[in-house]
């Protein structure tokens, strides 16, 4: 569009894309609404260069840049590039399974499979990976999370999430710690329904709390659409305004930017004006909107502010937190990846 737009005037949203390509419809509806970023899925990935023609589609139509693209590359069942595109990726447990047996060996290995993740997106014009899991899965727990974390302990999963924030950042790009403030409890899947955890306040502060606290200065966080009957007997994590001020920004001690898990998801209820502007309410800086939907999209960015105080504040320090990628030497990083996880 041959201009470039402050981000002071973007709205507090992320959103998708119905497909590979950025329709006219679409260029023109984010022009309008001017989202402060995007994320793509498996439904937006077809080549590498189409994706990479596509981020730069976006990021035209909206004149920035620089706007983050975001998506969850994690490994194991999520990952959204898949074979033959990039390598199928180990699980967080397989990670935390090496760990077990060699501490070093795991910690190496999950930094190198993060700076791997951004050998394959960088070069397309991804910036932000949605990963490390945080959550630490408790018996009873559904498996949603499941192999997705790296372990049964918030020591092994505040050490292996921390190498994987590090691989990340010296690939150039930044890392999203979730589901803030633990979904390893929850006894449902949130795409489908509302869980609610019953556990005390100071079970959940020692078990579930403490892997964000130990990453509370990361950038960027996903919030968790889960119910603490303890903190809050009504609402998620997500539409809370208690478990937000209280537990996310005092307790835990994060003041990045925090993001809804997504929107469309069944854990929450209500029509989408409504879901998001109960997201904005309780304090979250920005929501997310995944599935390219135009109709929900519409309803989100009719409630949804532009970027003020505090939550332009944080998104200004997500956007200094970028570095350069470091000289890592991609073949050789690959080849002793492999070895350490032939090794477990």
Not at 47 to 70: E, F, K, N, W
Not at 120 to 148: F, M, N, Q
Not at 240 to 257: K, Y
Request: one cysteine or more; glycine letters at 10%.
């Amino acid at each position: 569009m041959g201009y470039h737009r402050r981000m002071s005037e973007s709205k507090a949203v992320i959103f998708g894309c119905a497909g590979p390509e950025l329709t006219s419809d679409e260029a023109a509806f984010f022009a309008e609404h001017r989202p402060w970023g995007f994320i793509l899925f498996g439904r937006n990935i077809v080549s590498l260069s189409q994706v990479a023609d596509l981020t730069a589609s976006l990021r035209d139509c909206i004149g920035r840049p620089d706007a983050p693209v975001l998506i969850d590359q994690e490994g194991g069942r999520v990952q959204r590039f898949k074979p033959p595109l990039v390598p199928q990726y180990p699980s967080g447990a397989d990670l935390g399974a090496l760990y077990q047996v060699n501490p070093e060996a795991g910690l190496r290995a999950t930094w190198i499979m993060s700076r791997l993740h951004a050998f394959d997106l960088y070069s397309l014009g991804i910036t932000v990976d949605c990963l490390p899991v945080l959550d630490v899965p408790a018996p009873g727990g559904h498996e949603v999370i499941g192999s997705r974390a790296y372990g049964i302990t918030p020591d092994v999963v505040a050490a292996l999430g921390a190498a994987a924030c590090e691989g990340l950042k010296a690939g150039g790009l930044l890392p999203v710690i979730k589901h803030i403030p633990g979904h390893g409890r929850a006894g449902a899947d949130t795409h489908f329904e509302l869980p609610r955890v019953d556990a005390s306040w100071a079970e959940l502060s020692l078990r579930d709390f403490a892997p964000f606290k130990a990453l509370s200065g990361e950038a960027m966080a996903m919030s968790a659409h889960v119910v603490y009957s303890a903190i809050d007997p009504e609402h998620p994590a997500t539409t809370s305004r208690r478990v937000i001020d209280e537990v996310i920004r005092a307790e835990i001690g994060f003041d990045g930017l925090l993001m809804s898990d997504d929107v469309s998801m069944n854990a929450l209820s209500g029509d989408f004006a409504v879901r998001a502007g109960a997201i904005f309410a309780a304090g979250c800086d920005v929501t997310l909107h995944c599935n390219g939907n135009r109709a929900e999209m519409e309803a989100v960015a009719s409630i949804t502010p532009v970027l003020s105080g505090d939550s332009l504040r944080r998104a200004k320090a997500v956007m200094a937190a970028f570095r350069a990628p470091d000289l890592s030497d991609e073949i050789a990083l690959r080849k002793e990846f492999e070895g350490l996880m032939a090794a477990s």
